[in-house]
């Protein structure tokens, strides 16, 4: 099992992707942990020699930011907010996310902005290194004041409430502590909002959507070169000469793949009939690399915010300070976060327009990619269900970003939906994938139509790796269980 410290140096993607899905343990760096220790031991002298009071350490919440609160009932008031604030609901979100999340939590509190114990920051280690993982909902955040409601239930567990995923079950957290013989933490001042202000749900969901889309964005390239051969389409739209003189990277990235993946193509050398292909085909390069810049934008900005202190109110020892700010705010994310759906749910909507043209018995290519259209509606329908899905795509990428509502009785005026915007790219992520299945489908059939020339070695690789789970379509058959195999193939399969 290999130990990796975090809390010392910015978190890239790779790291995030090793700390998902790698044999890993966390432990928290000698230095952070330094800068845990003297910022708690700041806090507790500032709240005896400070005579006003502080938000959020001795006074209430929210708009209840006027009420000073004893010090006797202060533990209490951190107990109390995790529990009010504990108001998730809808669909579960998946282990994974919920394990992205405890990094990324970890990681923000490393700084030593937020006056918690360094006992709070080792628990949720703890969590994730025995892989108990807090149930938490993907509905309830207004991206504002942070992520509260989802983050009340990543931290309830802290103080021995809410539930836990353990060994593939749903279990009550009282249960975990007493099988693994830890005491619930008693939280001490200003920690439980330090715990749910903070901006990690939007950026586990955001940061979890850029690391499938550069998966997705590989996939279409290589699906769209199989559909581009398998049309009998042109190779000219991805001449370097083109691409140089509108020298966007995604898009002179994009031409490059293609020329590399289709340059040992027989299909591609032979002489074509036509002079020039439909958009879907032609402008695969501006279309895709347009998509790439995108994710490299988003992907800056999620990672700033990874890397960032988000809660509120922040603690400064070396300046004796303790101010009351916004950097919870999720407008940051909110904006990309729609941004990346949109250009997420391009890649669905040129793919599907590919199946199309697959199947509309353009180039010699029978309707519906079957050998005897009539008696059998071969790849008709599955065209129907990738249409169905990217209009489904269209009304997700409406912007969560321009709405607003305000919130705890005036004081939080404005709000980023941000939580909102991560939850829907989600979900164009997955309806992507599904489109994009469909598409290598009716892709692979139709290249059974141009044997026995043969597309490019990298390709016919691909193809043949699929063929080994989904079998050519000779006659109608039921075809949901292909697409489900197809879907997971692209998610599973390593390209190289």
Request: net charge negative; aromatic share 8%; proline share 4%.
């Amino acid at each position: 099992m290999k130990k990796i410290q975090i809390g010392n140096s910015p978190l890239e993607l790779r790291d995030l992707e090793e700390m998902l899905y790698g044999e890993v343990q966390l432990e928290l760096h000698p230095a952070a942990v330094d800068r845990i220790n003297n910022c708690r031991h700041f806090l507790d002298q500032k709240m005896i020699t400070q005579a006003t009071p502080i938000y959020g350490i001795n006074t209430g919440f929210g708009s209840l930011y006027n009420q000073s609160i004893q010090t006797e009932d202060l533990s209490q008031l951190q107990i109390n907010l995790m529990r009010s604030h504990a108001c998730g609901t809808g669909k579960k979100i998946d282990p994974i996310l919920v394990k992205l999340m405890l990094i990324l939590k970890v990681q923000g509190l490393a700084y030593g902005k937020s006056g918690v114990q360094l006992a709070t920051v080792q628990r949720l280690i703890d969590f994730f290194n025995h892989d108990i993982l807090p149930v938490v909902y993907e509905q309830g955040s207004l991206g504002a004041s942070g992520d509260l409601a989802p983050l009340a239930h990543l931290c309830l567990p802290l103080i021995g409430d809410g539930q836990v995923y353990y060994r593939n079950k749903i279990e009550d957290t009282d249960a975990i502590l007493k099988l693994k013989n830890w005491q619930a933490l008693s939280l001490q001042s200003k920690e439980g909002l330090a715990l749910l202000n903070g901006t990690q749900f939007m950026s586990a969901l955001g940061t979890f959507g850029v690391i499938k889309a550069l998966r997705i964005w590989n996939w279409a390239n290589w699906i769209g070169a199989i559909s581009l051969d398998a049309f009998d389409g042109r190779l000219e739209p991805f001449h370097e000469a083109i691409h140089q003189i509108r020298p966007h990277p995604g898009q002179m990235q994009t031409a490059a793949i293609f020329r590399e993946l289709l340059h040992d193509s027989e299909i591609i050398k032979q002489p074509k009939k036509h002079v020039q292909d439909p958009y879907s085909f032609r402008c695969i390069p501006q279309v895709h690399g347009a998509t790439l810049d995108t994710i490299h934008y988003a992907s800056s900005v999620l990672l700033r915010e990874v890397n960032s202190v988000t809660d509120n109110p922040t603690i400064f020892p070396d300046l004796d300070l303790v101010i009351s700010a916004g950097n919870f705010h999720g407008q940051p994310l909110a904006l990309v976060l729609d941004f990346l759906a949109i250009a997420i749910a391009e890649l669905g909507n040129i793919s599907e327009r590919r199946t199309y043209q697959l199947i509309s018995g353009s180039r010699e290519l029978p309707h519906f990619l079957v050998a005897n259209p009539g008696l059998n509606s071969g790849f008709m329908i599955p065209q129907y269900t990738a249409a169905s899905i990217v209009s489904r795509n269209k009304g997700l990428c409406y912007p969560a970003s321009v709405d607003s509502i305000v919130s705890s009785n005036g004081q939080e005026d404005h709000v980023s939906m941000g939580a909102n915007a991560a939850v829907k790219l989600l979900e164009v992520v997955e309806n992507v994938f599904t489109i994009l299945a469909i598409e290598l489908m009716n892709a692979a059939q139709a290249m059974n139509f141009r044997r026995p020339l043969k597309t490019s070695a990298k390709l016919e690789s691909l193809i043949t790796k699929y063929r080994s789970i989904v079998e050519p379509f000779e006659k109608d058959r039921i075809i949901y269980t292909d697409i489900n195999k197809t879907v997971e193939f692209i998610k599973l399969q390593h390209l190289n």
